[in-house]
Each structure stands twice: as C-alpha cells, then as structure tokens.
C-alpha cells in the first residue's frame, strides 16, 4: 500500500480505485497506532487555517453572543471553526487585525460600530493587503472593500418614537451609547419632537452600563421638565433602570414609559416586560456563508450588504 494511497484516505477524498477494504485497513492502523494528523502542516501546506477570527467590542451581552453564536454555528457547517476576540478602543483592534493578516484566521467577522468609516479603512487595509475576505458588522457603512451587515434599526426607531407619541407622552429623554454610532437616532429623534411642536429632548450618554444608565436616568428624572418618555440605547440598561425606579416607587409606564433596544431576552422577564426594538431573531448564515465563499474563491470578488430588519416588540414597559 502505498504513502499516497494512505494520505489520500486520511485527506478524506473520495476515489473508486480505492476499495472498501483497503479504507477499512488504513482505519484500523490509524486506530491502533494512534495516529493523529498534524493540521499545522496541513495548514501550511492549504495556506488555509480554516479558521474565523470573530472580533467584537464586549462579550457577555445577547446582541455580541449570538453574533459569536451564528457565527460559530455557519463556520461549523463549512469545516471551519470560530475564534472570539475582543477589542473595543482602536489600537486594540488594529492589532488582532495584524494578527489575522499574520495568519491567525482566513477572514474576520468583526462588529465595528463604534468606528466612523474613514478609521474602519485604515483598520482594515492590513487585511485588504493580505488579500483576505472581512465582513463588516456597521449600521450605517456602505460596502467598498469588503461586505457588510446593516441592522436596519432606524424604521423602527421611528416607529417606536410614533407608538410613544400616540399613547400620549410629550417629554422624551434619550440615553445612549458614549462609545458607538447611534445610527442616526439623536437626530431622528430630535426631528420627530420637531415636527410635533415638542420640545428638544435631552440626549446623554451612559446606555453602556447598567450603572451609569440608572444614575442618568434618575438625574433625568429629576429634571423641572421630566420625561414622560425614555429611550435607552441597551435592553440591559432599560432593565437595570426599571428595577431602580420602582425601588424608588416610580411607575413604569404610568408615570415614566421606559423603550430598549436589541430584544434582549432579558426583557422578557422583567417586570414590566421592556418593550423595545429589535430582530425577532437575526441569522448572519446568509452572510458568514458568503464570507467563506469569497476565502474559498466561490465568488467574483464584490461586496455585498446584508440587511437584518427591526421592528417594535410590544410589550408592557411602553
């Protein structure tokens, strides 16, 4: 038996010349001898890692975890498995995106919303040199060099803004990231209120962590115009800040309606239930698949954008 006719069974390909009982042989010797291939050189040999780095701002919340998840999920029906990193500031990211130039992984999936396009380009050129497909997780970027994700979040932004105004709130507040793209949202916000005749609302950082997004809220709160209306730009921080207003005997909806954003489970299961927006249950498969497409030279090489829809989740916060 010959050196390549093991190498070709062991590479998994599929050959009629090759009888049943020879495969059956070289089964049993790898079994009995223990031997294991080694994917480094295997790897060396492909110029492939088969491998996705998947880079995101933060872990432990539903929005990033079911990214890593899809993401995961999609590679592993292709062969390919998934590594999570995590980078939020910019030097950060640029250098686990020299690492995948360097070859930790053939591509990246990477949520970048906190960058504006101008510094995602200079993010990603490394990658762009390299020859190595990325797709682009963005709210607003248009796809150039690479592909991109949109979470059409704006529609129904404005819809909930629309739900808000015809249940009878007129004082809007508005919580938001401090370190991201809102897409747009402050302005959407502020133009509805003026095609109301309401007043400006308030716009002010903290959504990013429960604490900072109740001490904001209770300040709000407190103002000579309080709200009647608050948006928070997280489901998590829309939670933490209905358990602290009730501690304070303030009544979500009746005296404060309290909106989220990115149907997080939690939500469900407070109480009240948050009513937010969000994808009733987005699926980058169509995406990551087009990525592996592209690494494995499937497509003609132009990119393409991905929408996943919003829409208002009804429940009882709002």
Not at 122 to 136: D, M
Not at 240 to 265: C, F, K, M, T, Y
Request: contains cysteine.
């Amino acid at each position: 038996m010959s050196a390549a006719t093991v190498s070709y069974v062991l590479s998994g390909r599929q050959d009629q010349r090759i009888s049943a009982e020879t495969r059956e042989r070289i089964a049993q010797a790898v079994t009995e001898l223990g031997y294991v291939q080694n994917q480094i050189a295997r790897q060396l040999r492909l110029r492939r890692t088969k491998r996705i780095c998947v880079l995101l701002p933060q872990i432990g919340i539903p929005f990033a975890d079911n990214i890593a998840q899809d993401v995961e999920a999609a590679v592993r029906q292709r062969g390919y498995t998934s590594v999570v990193v995590v980078g939020r500031s910019y030097d950060m990211c640029r250098q686990l995106v020299l690492d995948v130039e360097a070859g930790l992984a053939d591509g990246i999936v990477a949520e970048v919303e906190q960058f504006s396009a101008h510094q995602i380009s200079e993010l990603f050129e490394p990658v762009a040199r390299a020859q190595k497909a990325a797709l682009l997780l963005h709210p607003t970027m248009e796809p150039d060099t690479f592909s991109t994700v949109r979470q059409a979040r704006l529609p129904a932004f404005k819809a909930m803004l629309e739900r808000l105004h015809e249940s009878g709130r007129r004082s809007f507040a508005y919580i938001r990231h401090g370190q991201s793209d809102d897409a747009h949202r402050s302005e959407t916000l502020q133009s509805f209120l003026s095609s109301k005749g309401l007043a400006a609302a308030p716009v002010v950082t903290g959504a990013e962590t429960r604490d900072s997004a109740v001490d904001a809220a209770l300040i709000l709160l407190t103002r000579e115009q309080r709200p009647d209306a608050l948006l928070v730009q997280s489901d998590f921080s829309a939670v933490a800040i209905i358990q602290a207003l009730h501690r304070r005997g303030i009544r979500v909806p009746e005296d404060v309606a309290i909106a989220g954003s990115g149907n997080a489970e939690e939500g469900r299961h407070c109480f009240p239930q948050l009513t937010t927006i969000g994808p009733r249950r987005p699926s980058l498969a169509t995406a990551v698949d087009h990525l592996l497409d592209e690494i494995e030279g499937k497509t003609d090489g132009r990119a393409q954008t991905f929408e996943i829809p919003w829409s208002v989740i009804a429940r009882e916060s709002a």
